[in-house]
C-alpha cells in the first residue's frame, strides 16, 4: 500500500490559516487522498478527500499537487476546536479497502 | 439520528474474562469497521463486515471474534481478555466501501484489562 508522511506537530494562531503537509510519493493514479481528524477523546470525523482536482467543502480545502506525490490541507482560519490530530490517507482501488491510519499530524491551536 | 452508538464506554477486566462490545448505527449502512487505538497511534483494523452475516479479518484480528446478524449492529467479542488488548476501541460504518465514501465514527470504548 503506498504511504503517506506528515509532520508529527504543527502549531498555529487562532484566527490564522493553517497548512497542513502530506507526502504520498508512491500514490498510484487510482488512489483517492481522504483527510480525517480526531478531537481529543473523540472518534475520528471525516474532512475532506480528492483524487486530482483542488477540492473545497465547510470545513477545509483541499490542495494537490499537479505529480499528485503530495497534497495540502488549508484550514483557512484555525479556531481552538480545529485542535487535533490530523490523518492524511491513501484508499487504493483494490477491493474493500478500509482506512489505514498512519500517526498523523498533532495541530495545536494558540489563542 | 444517532449515527454510530458504542455500548458501553468504559470497561476495566480482569486477564482471562470475556466480554462484548456493541456497536449500533441508524443510517442504513452496508459496511461496518472494529478498530483499535492504542495510546500516540493511529487506528488499526480488527474486523470489518460488508453486510449482514459477513464479516472479514483486518490488519489485528487475532484474539477477537465479531458478529453481524442484524444490519443494524456489529459486535465485537474478546473471548479471553490479555493486558495487550487494553486499548480504545472504535466502530466506524459507511454506505459503501467505495473510494470515496466517508467513514463515520463511534465515540468509542476505553477498555483495561489487567
Known amino acids: 500500500d503506498a504511504k503517506t508522511t506528515q509532520p508529527n506537530s504543527m502549531e498555529s494562531n487562532e484566527e490564522e490559516p493553517v497548512h497542513l503537509p502530506c507526502n504520498h510519493s508512491t500514490i498510484s493514479g487510482t488512489d483517492y487522498i481522504h483527510w480525517y481528524r480526531q478531537l481529543p477523546s473523540q472518534g475520528p470525523e471525516y474532512v475532506i478527500h480528492?483524487?486530482?482536482s483542488n477540492v473545497n467543502n465547510r470545513m477545509a480545502s483541499l490542495a494537490i499537487a499537479e505529480d499528485r506525490k503530495s497534497s495540502t490541507l488549508i484550514l483557512h482560519r484555525a479556531t481552538l476546536r480545529d485542535a487535533a490530530v490530523y490523518y492524511c490517507i491513501l484508499r487504493r482501488r483494490s477491493g474493500n479497502t478500509p482506512l489505514v491510519f498512519g500517526k498523523g499530524t498533532r495541530l495545536s491551536v494558540i489563542a | 439520528n444517532a449515527g454510530v452508538t458504542q455500548t458501553p464506554k468504559f470497561r476495566v477486566l480482569k486477564t482471562g474474562q470475556s466480554m462484548t462490545l456493541l456497536c449500533a448505527q441508524d443510517m442504513n449502512h452496508e459496511y461496518m469497521y472494529w478498530y483499535r487505538q492504542d495510546p500516540g497511534m493511529g487506528l488499526r483494523l480488527i474486523h470489518y463486515?460488508?453486510?449482514?452475516?459477513?464479516?472479514a479479518k483486518g490488519e489485528v484480528p487475532d484474539g477477537y471474534n465479531v458478529s453481524r446478524l442484524k444490519k443494524q449492529n456489529f459486535l465485537l467479542g474478546l473471548e479471553s481478555a490479555a493486558p495487550s488488548q487494553t486499548s480504545v476501541y472504535f466502530c466506524?460504518?459507511?454506505?459503501?466501501?467505495?473510494?470515496?465514501?466517508?467513514?463515520?465514527f463511534g465515540p468509542g470504548t476505553r477498555l483495561t484489562v489487567l
Open positions: 463486515s460488508v453486510g449482514e452475516g459477513t464479516t
Open positions: 480528492g483524487l486530482t
Open positions: 466506524a460504518s459507511s454506505r459503501t466501501s467505495g473510494l470515496d465514501n466517508e467513514q463515520f
